[in-house]
C-alpha cells in the first residue's frame, strides 16, 4: 500500500521555525522529484520547494528562498523541509508529493497534508 506521511506541522510564532518531513512506503523509486506544496485557504496550491532525489538540486519558490531549505534521504525514502523565519502568510496546510520518474511509468504520489499556522 502506498503511503505518504508528513509530519511536523504546527502552531508557530512569527520567525520561528518548524521542520516538517515526508515519509513514503509502499513503492520504490530508482529517481524521483519530491516536492512541498502548500495551500492556503482561498488560495490555490503553489509548489514551494522541489529536489531530485539522484543529484539532490533544488528549486525553491521565492516567497520561501533563503529561508527554506528542503532535503531527502533516499536510503529512508524521507523528505523534509526545513522552515526559518516564518511569517504568516506562511500559513498553509503543506503536502509533499513524490513524482517517480524511474522506473515508469511515472507516477505522482501526494501524502495527506499537514497543517502550519503561523501566529502570534
Known amino acids: 500500500q502506498v503511503q505518504l506521511v508528513e509530519s511536523g506541522g504546527g502552531l508557530v510564532q512569527p520567525g520561528g521555525s518548524l521542520r516538517l518531513s515526508c515519509a513514503a512506503s509502499?513503492?520504490?523509486?530508482?529517481?524521483?522529484?519530491m516536492t512541498w506544496y502548500r495551500q492556503a485557504p482561498g488560495k490555490e496550491r503553489e509548489m514551494v520547494a522541489a529536489?531530485?532525489?539522484?543529484?539532490?538540486?533544488?528549486n525553491y519558490a521565492d516567497s520561501v528562498k533563503g529561508r527554506f531549505t528542503i532535503s531527502r534521504d533516499n536510503a529512508k525514502k524521507t523528505v523534509s523541509l526545513q522552515m526559518n523565519s516564518l511569517k504568516p502568510e506562511d500559513t498553509a496546510i503543506y503536502y509533499c508529493?513524490?513524482?517517480?520518474?524511474?522506473?515508469?511509468?511515472?507516477?505522482?504520489?501526494w501524502g495527506q497534508g499537514t497543517q502550519v499556522t503561523v501566529s502570534s
Open positions: 529536489i531530485t532525489s539522484i543529484d539532490g538540486i533544488t
Open positions: 508529493k513524490f513524482r517517480v520518474q524511474r522506473p515508469r511509468p511515472l507516477v505522482n504520489y
Open positions: 509502499g513503492f520504490t523509486y530508482s529517481s524521483a522529484i
